[in-house]
């Protein structure tokens, strides 16, 4: 099983899993799957722990594992890509007492490596409805040596569920009733290295960077710095590919 299908086989849970990744509980469950443990010596490895201290892991091998379920990875150039959907979760948040009539989707997007000793990158698309208190969940994943080569292909399948939500929205039946919740996108938060990635332009740290002026920039002390005499930019930025969030 890869780090990315193991990744996207707990993505449902409610918890940080950022955090999880790094818990003891997350090791002992990638050893036991990566070595073939039977649930027997396993939960015997698990009274062990628990009496040497370690309270918080579960008695039982079942609990610690969790039911996996079938997850489709694709692959997108040198990596997997996983695409869990908006349509399922939205359901379920639809539901709640706090959700408001029309759902403004706030979308998060960045690269981060999961492991310090391994140089594979995580790219997580990540989503949350405005006015409702909740942790973001996963829309898809990407995993690789590097970021995905393309920022078309690896938006097209959000993208294309966007498409279909904003035009008909989404139906959801609540106590037999039926309701149709309008959908719209909020925004987009993304850090520097992704904005320029998923725009297509030069990034942060690459010379004509700049957004709002046309200062090619220059280095001092490895660090690029914009000039005290700069031009405004005259709507023209220095694309590097199509920029792909066109809706």
Known sequence: MSDLAEF?????????????LKTLDF???KWAIKNNITLTALSELLAI???SGHNSLPKDART???TPQKVEVTKMGSGEYWYGGLEKKLREISKRKDCPKDLELTFHIDGTPIYKSSKSEFWPTQCDVKGVEMKPFFVAIYQGPSKPSSAEIFLRPLLNELLFLLEKGLDVSINVKSYTFKVGIDKFILDA?????????????????CERCEEPGEYFCK????????K??????????????TL
Do not use: T, W
């Open 49 to 51: 722990l628990k009496s």
């Open 232 to 245: 405004k930019k005259s709507g023209h930025v220095c694309l590097i590919g199509k920029f792909p969030i």
């Open 64 to 66: 610690l594992l969790k």
């Open 223 to 230: 660090i690029p710095k914009r000039g005290q005499n700069f």
């Open 193 to 209: 290295p992704a904005r320029a990635f998923l725009k297509c332009i030069i990034g942060h740290s690459g010379y004509f960077s």
């Open 27 to 29: 090791k002992l469950r």
């Open 8 to 20: 996207a086989e707990i993505y449902e849970f409610d918890f940080d899993v950022f955090a999880y």
